[in-house]
């Protein structure tokens, strides 16, 4: 019977057409085979270090899953679920699961999340306003506004904050914290990006690194903060605060960047996903620039014409 619940947390995480989070949840929290399922996601959980995704947030929002799907407050983005996401939400699952047998209730977090191809602008309760980009998250605690003002992050968005001196403003992220009273900034914490980046747009910001509990304090507009994860390095440079904010216009901006690392922009922002192999592509660095309404078919024709080092064809 072990082969059973491994084949269905198997189809729920690698499968397109996997069910909704509610039933996954349903099935995994019935009487049946309680030990078979409890064995199979330990070995999920155990496994989550090789996993290109934020489990750790993904669990914290998810510790109380099974009564947080009944919430008033929780908010729910349809989207179309790839692999990375799909292990993320099993681990959070799983966690939710085997935590909750153990623990005493947690406190109720409200999420948004945005899919590939979209952007959403939204209100929290203290009336700061988030405008998040393609495949991001964001999770903060039911009393947010009002014993905290602490919110978590994987993906990127923008965040115009109501001053509030006697309640910092926080983003977490798996890396950084960054903490504000009154200003404008951006974060961008892709669990698949090399890099992550905090970007003052307005007023004055302190970003803590949560590797070493370094602070750096932000106080110029188009300061910005970048931690690299595979070299574990930090540092400040002045950018193009047009160029930043690129994204929030629904325009792309790519400065400097490979091509590996432009078609991951790309699968977030059209919804998609690029076979290929490393190998064939080389390390050259490009600048590209493209308007709003532009396709994806002109964006590659303009790329394959610039780059002159591939060819690609579109299927279903």
Not at 38 to 51: D, F, G, K, P
Not at 142 to 159: I, P, V
Not at 230 to 258: C, H, N, P
């Amino acid at each position: 019977m072990s082969d059973y619940v491994n084949k269905v947390i198997a189809l729920y995480t690698l499968s397109d057409a996997n069910p909704s989070p509610e039933r996954f949840y349903q099935w995994l929290t019935d009487n049946h085979f309680e030990t078979e399922k409890t064995e199979a996601l330990l070995r999920v959980w155990n496994q989550a270090s090789n996993i290109p995704a934020e489990g750790t947030l993904a669990a914290l929002a998810s510790l109380n899953l099974k009564s947080q799907f009944n919430a008033r407050r929780t908010v729910r983005r349809p989207a179309v679920w790839r692999y990375a996401a799909a292990i993320a939400l099993c681990l959070s699952l799983a966690a939710a699961y085997i935590f909750t047998q153990q623990l005493p209730p947690a406190p109720m977090f409200a999420e948004y999340f945005t899919g590939s191809g979209q952007t959403e602008t939204f209100k929290l309760p203290d009336g700061s306003t988030v405008q998040t980009n393609s495949a991001t998250l964001i999770v903060y605690p039911d009393n947010f506004g009002k014993d905290t003002r602490t919110l978590y992050l994987s993906g990127e968005a923008n965040f115009k904050v109501v001053k509030n001196t006697d309640a910092p403003f926080i983003v977490k992220s798996k890396y950084t914290e960054v903490v504000a009273l009154g200003t404008e900034f951006t974060v961008s914490s892709y669990a698949e990006d090399k890099d992550v980046k905090v970007t003052l747009i307005s007023g004055r910001i302190k970003v803590e690194a949560t590797d070493n509990r370094t602070d750096f304090i932000l106080e110029q507009a188009g300061e910005q903060f970048v931690y690299n994860k595979q070299q574990k390095q930090y540092a400040i440079s002045q950018v193009d605060l047009y160029d930043a904010t690129a994204w929030q216009r629904g325009e792309l901006v790519f400065r400097g960047m490979t091509i590996p690392n432009i078609l991951t922009v790309l699968e977030r922002r059209y919804a998609v996903s690029f076979q290929y192999n490393f190998s064939s592509i080389n390390d050259d660095k490009f600048n590209f620039y493209f308007k709003k309404e532009t396709s994806l078919v002109d964006i590659m024709d303009i790329i394959k014409t610039v780059a002159g080092t591939f060819d690609y064809t579109i299927t279903d």
